[in-house]
């Protein structure tokens, strides 16, 4: 592998700059979101029964501050219940409610309408999701500031490290953090590691043991 020096590196600028990020998924991602209702109300919906079908509004608060990430998948749970999404702000935005003038020390952030059973049966999904994409987008963000801060203009590149069957929102975040994804899976360029090294025949500098980072 070859390793270039911070000065050889290309500048890098936001993913936000160059379009909508939502442009680079797949149409098939779809099929997650169906997946995850699916796994929260697998048979009957008695709460929603319980509050019917009259429409609602709902309201997306911001208490802590963070980089907003992941309204693509958050659009698509109210899609696939019949409701719609209205966004007070745009992806990629930082959002801090200690700068709220309205002193509440929350931010409106988007405002979901449709029938008070289906607000209520997306609601947990999409705020789950929502949050650690969120999440993952802001501490990307923070390190990016942090490196820039330190005068490196380099790639900061994410890792498979991901949650199992949540990677596409996770690289999502990091994206839409300024972050970039990196590989998506193993089949995805050629990265040898010292575990593989040591799966070949340990050298001089190894122990035999299977080296504690795996």
């Known amino acids: 592998m070859t390793y270039l020096s911070p000065q050889a590196l ?14 680079l998924l797949s149409t ?3 099929t997650d979101i169906t997946r995850w209702l699916a796994e929260d109300t697998p048979s009957f919906d008695y709460g929603g029964f319980v509050v019917g079908s009259s429409i609602r509004s709902a309201f997306l608060l911001c208490k802590s501050p963070g980089v907003l990430a992941g309204v693509p998948f958050f659009d698509e749970v109210f899609r696939q219940c019949d409701c719609t999404v209205t966004w007070h702000y745009a992806e990629g935005t930082y959002l801090d409610p200690s700068q709220d003038q309205g002193g509440k020390g929350k931010i409106e952030v988007a405002t979901v309408s449709g029938p008070t059973r289906k607000l209520l049966l997306g609601e947990r999904v999409a705020l789950n999701m929502l949050a650690r994409c969120s999440g993952v987008a802001s501490r990307s963000r923070k390190m990016l500031d942090l490196v820039r801060g ?3 203009e ?5 890792t498979r490290k991901t949650t199992p069957g949540f ?4 690289k999502y ?4 953090g300024g972050i970039d994804g990196h590989r ?3 089949s995805s360029m050629i990265m040898l590691k010292d575990n593989h090294i040591w799966a070949k025949g340990a050298s001089a500098s190894y ?8």
């Open 10 to 23: 290309p500048k890098m600028t936001s993913l936000i700059t160059h379009g909508d990020p939502s442009d």
């Open 28 to 30: 098939h991602f779809t």
């Open 150 to 152: 330190a005068g490196y």
């Open 154 to 158: 380099g790639i900061i590149a994410g």
């Open 167 to 170: 990677r596409v929102v996770e």
């Open 173 to 176: 975040g990091m994206l839409v």
């Open 184 to 186: 998506h899976d193993l």
């Open 207 to 214: 122990t035999g043991r299977v080296p504690a980072d795996i």
